[in-house]
């Protein structure tokens, strides 16, 4: 990646839709190939991708077997086309979980076959309309020992009466990290979440960014640059956060590593 400054960054992406027809991410592996080599090209060395787990629309733990080994038998088809591949990034399985309450996150918390890359870290979203505050699921996840990321927080639509920033130091002082998408600091979503990129910018302005990740889904919701929001952070001197949100932390992520230590104080 050329940036507007400094070297190249080798960046660690943790939410990602490229298991080939599993959601509403990349239909085919050719799809994911093509998706993964232009991730490459922006320097993203290392990659979980996260297909859906919708908890509460699976009955029973035998449909998340189900939902978890249709998700392993397609990841398990796109590493094999890629091996020996080095234009694309070392991949690694995961699961962004729909989990709105308590009660769905309590059915897979301490399964050891759920997690970025096999290790105690889960991404969890609440939904886009909010119902609460959710700190409900984040005590679940934190009092199981495992390590809450709440998927891009910046497209929720909060309950009025509710400040996005006060709910989301809420959730970091319950032991939370927060990961924002790399389009909301460029306006991708500005038709479906109209206040994500102002929010997003605030975040980066109080320091509240953990984890800056593509939630890259292949061609039908393209637009999602790593570059451009690497050099977006950059032209407003945020270079060290860019290089924590998209290197450091996740890196430590990806690797099942402890990442407190080099979160904000």
Do not use: K
Not at 113 to 131: C, H, K, P
């Amino acid at each position: 990646m050329t940036s507007t400054a400094g070297t190249p960054l080798s960046i660690v992406d943790l939410h990602s839709h490229l298991v080939p027809g599993v959601d509403d991410g990349t239909a085919s592996v050719a799809e994911s190939l093509d998706a993964l080599g232009a991730l490459h090209q922006e320097d993203v060395r290392s990659l979980v991708t996260t297909p859906h787990l919708l908890v509460p629309n699976l009955v029973g733990d035998d449909a998340v077997d189900r939902e978890l080994e249709r998700h392993r038998s397609a990841f398990d088809n796109l590493a094999t086309s890629c091996e020996g591949r080095a234009d694309l990034p070392a991949i690694a399985l995961g699961q962004e979980i729909w989990a709105p309450d308590a009660t769905a996150i309590r059915r897979v918390v301490l399964r050891p076959d759920i997690g970025l890359a096999g290790g105690r870290y889960l991404l969890v979203e609440f939904g886009f309309e909010l119902l609460g505050n959710h700190n409900d699921v984040v005590r679940e996840v934190q009092a199981a020992g495992r390590q809450m990321i709440i998927a891009h927080p910046e497209r929720y639509h909060y309950l009025d009466g509710h400040n996005p920033v006060d709910v989301m130091r809420t959730w970091r002082d319950l032991g939370a990290l927060l990961q924002v998408n790399v389009g909301s600091l460029t306006g991708h979503y500005r038709r479906s979440s109209p206040l994500s990129e102002s929010l997003a910018w605030q975040m980066v302005e109080l320091d509240l960014i953990d984890v800056l990740s593509t939630d890259h889904h292949g061609p039908r919701r393209d637009g999602v640059s790593p570059r451009e929001a690497l050099n977006a952070l950059i032209a407003r001197g945020q270079r060290t956060l860019a290089e924590r949100a998209m290197v450091e932390i996740p890196g430590l992520i990806y690797r099942d590593q402890p990442a407190e230590s080099r979160l904000p104080r």
